[in-house]
């Protein structure tokens, strides 16, 4: 069972950055498709980036230009890099394989507020 650790969530102010990380447990992480994804109050959880094991890369139509999704394979982590923060990007952000099919970690508060 994969074990996903997320962190660097946080408070900004609309137009700003922050870096959220994802360590993962296991050692056949490079061959994993990994994905971002959020949860906003009172909505289902969505995808909103994921990569391949290769980097290729895929953005939902709400981030794409924004954010930007790397993977560290020797240290078994996944990076999304936020930029231009809206206030809807609000959400709790968990990191997953695409298909989610591990257990959901803790999540990380982003919250985008002035």
């Known amino acids: 069972q994969v074990q996903l650790v997320e962190s660097g969530g946080g408070l900004v102010q609309p137009g700003g950055s922050l870096r959220l990380s994802c360590a993962a447990s296991?050692?056949?992480?490079?061959?994993?498709?990994m994905g971002w994804y959020r949860q906003a109050p009172g909505k289902q959880r969505e995808l909103v980036a994921f990569?391949?094991?290769?980097?290729?890369?895929n953005y939902s139509d709400s981030v794409k230009g924004r954010f930007a999704i790397s993977r560290d394979n020797a240290k078994n982590t996944v990076y999304l890099q936020m930029n231009s923060l809206k206030l809807e990007d609000t959400a709790v952000y968990y990191c997953n394989t695409n298909p989610a099919l591990s257990s959901w970690g803790q999540g990380t508060q982003v919250t985008v507020s002035s």
């Open positions: 990569i391949t094991s290769s980097s290729s890369t």
């Open positions: 296991v050692s056949v992480f490079s061959i994993r498709v």
